[in-house]
Structures are given as structure tokens and as C-alpha cells.
């Protein structure tokens, strides 16, 4: 079935330096991913979405300058941290949107974790 | 007011108990809607989709009232391995966001 992979699973930087996180579907086309991030103990947030060839829509609130957005290829979207503090230490998950046959279906990442310190 | 609500729990229940679950959402023009569940530490996996008429998969019941913009989850004979998170979840058709509650806590206990 389809997988969304994401890389790397877990992740250490020093605060000031910037982190990349790989979305990549394997075994379809996804025209549109999402980014999400998550607390310890609270939900997953959706940040921005990413569709392949424009430019990505922000969620109110978080920072296009901060967590950049590339979706170059119909298979891979990356989410750049850039200059990370510890508030920014999370979960960080991607899905893609794909067509399974019977209509769209969205697939999640493993899921990032990202500490910062 | 958050787009989906849940009770956190956590619910605490012995191995063979029923137990339900609600959600609410404010957005009256979501069209689809998720139950998901998530393990510790781990991304979010699809339980099943949640359709008007009701629909049962196994031990697992969900129920959508549109009206009330409601949403039930029951399981039945709880197992010690469906200990996890909860989560409801409402989409826009349009856009496909899934917008997620915050989760609710379930322990199974022997």
C-alpha cells in the first residue's frame, strides 16, 4: 500500500542552526502534502500545506520565514527549521494526499522528532 | 472555542469493558470525519472513517450527528492493546485539512 516516509526520525541541533525534515511518498503521486507539529500532550496542528509546484499555504500563525516549504517533485516536500530554538523542539509530521483508486486518501509520515537544545 | 473537542480522560477501564468516546466540532460545513488513533511517541494511524448512517468495524462503532455536529466512538470488550490516544478528526472536502482534537486517553487495564 502507499507509504509517506519521512527522515530523518529523530533529530538533535544547537539552537541557532537549521534542521531540514524529509516528506517523501513512495509508491505515489502526492499533489498535495501537509505539515503538522505537536506539543507533548496536545494535538496535532497543521502549520502549512504544501502543494507540489506553488508555493505553500500558512496556518495563522506560523512563520513562512521560520518553516520553510519546499514541494519540488509530486514525491518529496521538506520542511526547513531554520535558526531553531528550544520552543521549537516537537513532533513534527507530514501526510500526503493520494489517490488510492477509490478516491483520495490521505497518509501520514512517521513522524520527526526534533530536539533542539 | 477549539475546532474539535474532546474530553482528554484518561479513561481507565479493565480488559472486556465498553467504552465511549464523543467529539464535537464547530464548523458545520465539514464534510468528513475521522476517528485516528495514536500510540505513544508515533505518528497518528487511521481507526476508520465516520459516515452518517453509523458504520461498525469489528469491536469499534462511530456515529456522526451532522445536526448536533457530534461524533461517537464505542468500543466494545476493550483489549489491553487498545490503549492509546483517541483522536477526532474533521475535514474540509475542499481542501483536504484534517483538523485534529486534541485527543483522548485510554488505558486498558488486566
Known amino acids: 500500500g502507499a507509504v509517506v516516509s519521512q527522515h530523518p526520525s529523530r533529530v538533535i541541533c544547537k539552537s541557532g542552526t537549521s534542521v531540514k525534515i524529509e516528506c517523501r511518498s513512495l509508491?505515489?503521486?502526492?499533489?498535495?502534502m501537509f505539515w503538522y507539529r505537536q506539543f507533548p500532550k496536545q494535538s496535532l496542528m497543521l502549520m502549512a500545506t504544501?502543494?507540489?509546484?506553488?508555493?505553500?499555504?500558512?496556518e495563522q500563525g506560523v512563520e513562512k520565514d521560520k518553516f520553510l516549504i519546499n514541494h519540488a517533485s509530486l514525491t518529496l516536500s521538506t520542511l526547513t527549521v531554520t535558526s531553531a530554538h528550544p520552543e521549537d523542539s516537537s513532533f513534527y509530521i507530514c501526510?500526503?494526499?493520494?489517490?488510492?483508486?477509490?478516491?483520495?486518501?490521505?497518509?501520514f509520515g512517521e513522524g520527526s522528532w526534533l530536539t533542539v537544545v | 472555542r477549539k475546532e474539535v473537542e474532546q474530553d482528554p480522560g484518561p479513561f481507565n477501564v479493565p480488559e472486556g469493558a465498553t467504552v465511549a468516546f464523543n467529539c464535537t466540532y464547530s464548523n458545520s460545513a465539514s464534510q468528513s470525519f475521522f476517528w485516528y488513533r495514536q500510540d505513544c511517541r508515533k505518528e497518528p494511524k487511521l481507526l476508520m472513517s465516520?459516515?452518517?448512517s453509523g458504520n461498525e468495524d469489528g469491536r469499534f462503532t462511530a456515529q456522526l450527528n451532522r445536526a448536533s455536529q457530534y461524533i461517537s466512538l464505542l468500543i466494545r470488550d476493550s483489549k489491553l492493546s487498545d490503549s492509546a490516544t483517541y483522536l477526532c478528526?474533521?475535514?474540509?472536502?475542499?481542501?483536504?485539512?484534517?483538523?485534529f482534537g486534541s485527543g483522548t486517553r485510554l488505558l486498558v487495564r488486566p
Open positions: 509508491d505515489f503521486q502526492a499533489t498535495t
Open positions: 478528526v474533521v475535514g474540509e472536502r475542499s481542501s483536504y485539512k484534517l483538523i
Open positions: 465516520v459516515y452518517s
Open positions: 504544501s502543494n507540489e509546484g506553488s508555493k505553500a499555504t500558512y
Open positions: 501526510s500526503a494526499r493520494g489517490d488510492n483508486g477509490s478516491g483520495n486518501t490521505i497518509y
